[in-house]
């Protein structure tokens, strides 16, 4: 009888425990989904940042862009893709005054082991005045 009580009473032990472990990995993975979920995001932020620079810096504010940034050193499996369109040009009565808004996209993708582990895609709206050289984001959405 004290040996079937001491044996129900290590299989209860043993499964609590298998239930700890089960816990730990699901927060474990799901720390790790946060973390490239993050990254991804941020470097979509990166990003629209770029594009800002790109439109701040160009001669022409009537063009667009394409560009495909190639993995960091420090992150090879993390890249984005920005696409800037032309122009919609806003018309004001002063020409000094004309303004530029461009749409922008801005998608970062995490490629380990050859599949994708984790996508970010930002949408924003950049109004640019040559007058000021300013460019600012508006409208961001995901």
Excluded at 38 to 53: I, S
Excluded at 56 to 76: E, L
Excluded at 118 to 140: C, E, N
Aim: hydrophobic letters at 50%; proline letters at 5%; a negative charge.
């Amino acid at each position: 009888m004290a040996m079937l009580v001491v044996l129900f009473i290590v299989m209860a032990v043993a499964i609590v425990g298998a239930g700890f472990i089960a816990r730990s990995d699901m927060a474990l993975a799901s720390g790790r989904n946060f973390r490239l979920h993050t990254e991804t995001d941020y470097m979509a932020w990166a990003g629209l940042e770029h594009a800002r620079a790109l439109v701040q810096g160009a001669a022409d504010p009537n063009m667009g862009w394409t560009v495909a940034q190639p993995p960091f050193a420090s992150n090879a499996d993390l890249y984005y893709e920005l696409t800037v369109q032309s122009p919609a040009v806003v018309v004001y009565p002063d020409p000094n005054d004309n303004q530029y808004v461009y749409t922008i996209n801005s998608e970062c993708r995490n490629l380990a082991a050859a599949s994708e582990q984790a996508a970010s895609t930002l949408r924003a709206k950049l109004v640019f005045t040559p007058a000021d050289g300013k460019a600012t984001l508006r409208h961001i959405s995901r």
